[in-house]
């Protein structure tokens, strides 16, 4: 099993919307494929219209497996399963504050679920906390969506930072360009550095789009009725993905630089200073 | 994994609840009323075909297998069925043929029910399905309606009448709504639970051909002569439908089927030596030897071919194979001239006369007017003894001559059991059938591992030049594994033999021979 979280210690950067249609596409390809929400605010349940079972109890989640599996329901597609969430999940945070070895626990029930999935793909809360540790603990992968902005490379930067020991035991961090809107001049800016800097984002972009929009509000992933745009730009990021968790990106992969996105958030706030000031 | 631990709880996701239902022919499609009262979307509906391929005798259903195929080339999906396990499905370039055509575990499973024989289409098995997603208030999809009407057309027949039957698919997570759709299905008119999971398309074809050949019906009061005419016209039939798939030579098993049946005859009218007048039989017998000597060693050839194809390191024997069907090619060549040639149509010619000849004919000879019960049993109990005689005198590493000679006794002693049937009770000969198959199959396999062997060692200096390193090292561990399956069997024989001679195996054969009504004498 591979294990792809979802994560961004900011909210609103496309998180679930992403999770949503990699855990479609990953489906789509054959793979028995589990998308568990682990965000209270269940969006991606929403998305694929799932409510949580009348047995779900998220407080048991990690030390009984019948709850566990009890709580699993079935998309509309047939490798594609949803652990979903509501505001009730704030009990499995609770529980782990509690534990006292939540990590493996959690490593347990990854590993429990790893025997019946292909791939799990994680949707996360924003924030760190006690869940977020367990994930940076025994996720394969964090996918970041990013927006091309300073505060959005700024957290990027700060989870960089505090990922560093998971990253030595082989965490993959694989920041992507989210919600890119073309019109704005911060975006052409940040997204024109980082490809001439190689910071290390993934070639794949999703386009900022009333269709990424509309589709969360059919509750439908796009990649269900639509190959182009934004659904294609969901496709390749997808390929993207699979081809750093088989290893195939090598040395060539992206491996996101801290050093030189820090030196572009300086010069960026420099910029802002020399703007202010010339108008003034 | 029966998907519990230890302590009960479940280990896996609950799998998705299947309930099917079978339409009946007068309810026809009166249950989507039931339909109507659902939350529902229409998805497109879907048609699709396999064609259903079996042996022309129908091996493949007499085992309980099932084999379909449906895309064409270079894409053909066949699907191996088989009674009460899950189905597996294999990509093909082309239609199969053979057991061989297929990867190794599905191969092997094959040949076990087809042997060497060929596979052909029977029938065409359509399937129009009608699907419909049922809803929540969400319009979440909570489980699957199919409406599958399946169409079973027979190759050489007119359409069967259509089956439809309903499915309802539940998802997992839905379990509660599964239960309330299945309970407002089993309400709707004209819908009853199926017995069986998935639609087997074969139990809407005809009962598969009668083989030619099949052994004729016999009472305990059948006259022995007119038994003996109607089993010689069984084994004519066989030879003759076999000699017909001998001449393309595509089907190893014709040969196999013909010599067989060409054996049986010649082993019982060498047994029944009263029952023919002894100018017809003995030179019944010769033309006979000559015939059944004339096939053999393209069989040896096809035996051996059907173990490399089947071996583990079948693609490195490929080669061999190759050279060695060129050899094929030329005793099939043999074959067919000496099928055609005069002698053969003589020989069947005088065979078609005893078929035809009556109990007071001059073909007839002395016990010609018993009962069959009664000329049966002397023989049997003879050869029964002889079997058991050699049977203790034979060792496992014995000389191979005398291997053979118990084999060859085995099976004439066979085939006077199966002149049996119909005489005796069916779970006494059964049983007795069944003793002397363990100790006839290890010593089929002896003697073919050492025919084999044989063979390979006469073939292996012409073959050794024509194959490239690869192949010929492959030969070489054939040749090593080949000896020693030939060595694991005869320390297999041992038991057999010795199960063979258990009392009890000699009181089935005793209740055996008072069954066809003789008191034998207590030594």
């Not at chain 1, 909210?11 to 489906?27: D, E, I, N, Q, Y």
């Not at chain 1, 700024?154 to 990253?167: C, F, G, N, S």
């Not at chain 2, 017809?280 to 006979?288: A, F, G, K, M, N």
């Amino acid at each position: 099993v591979t294990v792809v979280a979802l994560t961004h210690l900011k909210g609103g950067v496309g998180k679930t919307t992403a999770a949503v249609h990699l855990a479609h596409l990953s489906a789509r390809a054959g793979r028995r494929t589990l998308l568990w929400d682990l965000d209270p605010q269940g969006a991606a349940s929403w998305c694929f219209r799932v409510r949580p079972a009348p047995e779900a109890a998220p407080k048991r989640l990690l030390e009984d497996h019948a709850v566990l599996f009890a709580s699993i329901r079935g998309s509309d597609w047939p490798a594609l399963d949803i652990l979903p969430a509501d505001l009730s999940l704030q009990k499995l945070e609770q529980a782990l504050r509690e534990h006292p070895r939540a990590e493996e626990a959690f490593a347990a029930t990854l590993a429990e679920l790893g025997r019946h999935y292909e791939r799990v793909v994680l949707d996360c809360p924003p924030g760190l906390s006690p869940l977020s540790e367990c994930i940076f603990h025994d996720a394969h992968a964090l996918v970041v969506p990013t927006i091309p902005s300073a505060l959005s490379l700024r957290t990027l930067a700060a989870l960089h930072a505090h990922v560093k020991p998971h990253r030595r035991r082989g965490l993959l961090v694989l920041p992507f360009f989210s919600m890119v809107d073309a019109r704005k001049a911060q975006h052409r800016a940040v997204r024109a550095f980082a490809r001439a800097n190689e910071l290390g984002f993934l070639q794949a972009e999703i386009p900022l789009s009333a269709q990424v929009e509309n589709a969360a509000a059919r509750r439908q992933p796009l990649t269900v009725t639509e190959t182009k745009g934004p659904a294609a730009a969901f496709a390749a990021l997808a390929l993207e993905i699979d081809a750093q968790l088989l290893g195939r990106g090598g040395e060539e992969g992206p491996k996101l630089r801290r050093a030189r996105l820090e030196e572009l958030l300086a010069e960026m706030q420099n910029r802002g200073r020399r703007d202010a000031n010339g108008s003034s | 994994m029966d998907g519990t631990s230890a302590n009960g709880a479940a280990r896996a996701p609950a799998e998705p609840d299947v309930r099917c239902y079978e339409a009946s022919a007068e309810g026809g499609a009166r249950w989507r009323e039931a339909l109507r009262a659902l939350r529902t979307r229409a998805e497109p509906p879907l048609r699709d075909h396999e064609v259903l391929l079996d042996s022309f005798d129908g091996r493949l259903r007499a085992s309980g297998l099932g084999l379909s195929a449906r895309g064409r080339a270079p894409r053909v999906v066949c699907r191996l069925a088989g009674r009460g396990t899950a189905s597996s499905e294999v990509e093909l370039a082309t239609v199969p043929r053979f057991a061989w055509d297929f990867p190794r575990p599905q191969a092997l499973e094959l040949a076990h029910a087809l042997e060497a024989r060929g596979v052909e289409p029977i029938g065409r098995h359509e399937l129009a399905l009608e699907r419909w997603a049922v809803l929540d208030d969400q319009d979440k999809v909570v489980a699957w309606i199919d409406e599958e009407r399946h169409r079973v057309r027979p190759v050489h027949a007119r359409a069967r009448e259509d089956v439809l039957r309903v499915a309802l698919r539940g998802v997992r997570g839905y379990g509660g709504e599964f239960r309330d759709l299945a309970r407002a299905l089993e309400r709707a008119d004209g819908l009853r639970v199926a017995k069986e999971a998935h639609f087997d398309p074969l139990r809407l074809l005809a009962e598969p051909l009668v083989a030619p050949g099949a052994w004729p019906k016999l009472a305990p009061r059948s006259g022995a002569f007119r038994a003996l005419a109607r089993i010689a016209r069984a084994q004519l039939e066989a030879f003759e439908a076999n000699a017909q798939g001998i001449r393309p030579g595509a089907d190893a098993e014709h040969l196999h089927d013909a010599r067989v049946a060409l054996r049986r005859l010649r082993s019982l009218l060498g047994q029944l030596k009263g029952l023919l007048a002894a100018e017809t039989r003995l030179p019944l017998v010769d033309e006979l030897r000559w015939l059944a000597s004339v096939l053999g060693p393209a069989r040896d050839l096809d035996t051996l071919l059907l173990e490399l194809r089947l071996a583990e390191m079948s693609a490195e024997l490929r080669p061999v194979a190759e050279a060695l069907e060129q050899d094929q090619a030329l005793q099939y060549g043999e074959l067919r001239r000496t099928l055609d040639a005069s002698r053969c149509g003589e020989l069947v010619g005088r065979l078609r006369a005893l078929c035809a000849a009556r109990a007071n004919s001059e073909l007839a000879g002395p016990e010609a007017a018993f009962s069959f019960a009664q000329v049966l049993a002397r023989p049997l109990w003879r050869r029964f003894r002889q079997v058991v005689e050699a049977a203790a005198r034979v060792a496992a590493l014995g000389p191979s001559a005398e291997l053979h000679e118990l084999r060859i006794a085995c099976k004439k002693l066979r085939y006077l059991l199966e002149c049996c049937r119909g005489l005796v009770p069916r779970a006494e000969l059964a049983l007795a059938f069944a003793d002397l198959k363990g100790l006839q199959s290890v010593l089929g396999t002896i003697q073919d591992t050492r025919v084999h062997a044989e063979l390979l060692n006469t073939l292996a200096p012409a073959l050794f030049p024509r194959l490239a390193p690869e192949a010929a090292l492959a030969l070489g561990r054939f040749q090593e594994q080949t000896v020693a399956r030939g060595r694991a069997a005869c320390a297999h024989y041992v038991g057999l033999r010795d199960a063979f001679l258990t009392p009890a195996s000699r009181a089935r054969f005793e209740r055996l021979l008072r069954a066809l009504g003789r008191k034998r004498r207590t030594r």
